[in-house]
Nanobody
Framework: QVQLVESGGGLVQPGGSLRLSCAASGIALRINTMGWYRQTPGKQRELVATITLGGVTNYADSVKGRFTISRSNARNTVTLQMNNLKPEDTAVYYC??????????????WGQGTQVTVSS
């Protein structure tokens, strides 16, 4: 099983920046699309940004122009650079990856989550 570990959350003032990182460890044939999702209490988890193995990106409308997702296929890492943060970006952010194992079906792996709080 591939495990995902996030880092980089914290408290930042409105207009500030944070960089989230996620590292995948374990054995797999391939790690396909990776992404970031976020969740606030009482709400469903929502997509923030995804990036395919080939580098094609997709962003939620609410973060376009402010967040940038990138990945290193060699290191199996994905990063989310968040600029011009707003209070409504406050949430627990989760790393996600679609993993193709050596045997069996592709499965969905999630990190444990990292808290991002935007407040003055």
């Amino acid at each position: 099983q591939v495990q995902l570990v996030e880092s980089g959350g914290g408290l930042v003032q409105p207009g500030g920046s944070l960089r989230l990182s996620c590292a995948a460890s374990g054995i797999a044939l391939r790690i396909n699309t990776m992404g970031w999702y976020r969740q606030t209490p009482g709400k469903q988890r929502e997509l923030v940004a995804t990036i395919t193995l080939g580098g094609v990106t997709n962003y939620a409308d609410s973060v376009k122009g402010r967040f940038t997702i990138s990945r290193s296929n060699a290191r199996n890492t994905v990063t989310l650079q968040m600029n011009n943060l707003k209070p409504e970006d406050t949430a627990v952010y989760y790393c996600n990856a679609w993993v193709e194992p050596l045997r069996g079906d592709t499965y969905d792996s999630w990190g444990q989550g990292t808290q991002v709080t935007v407040s003055s």
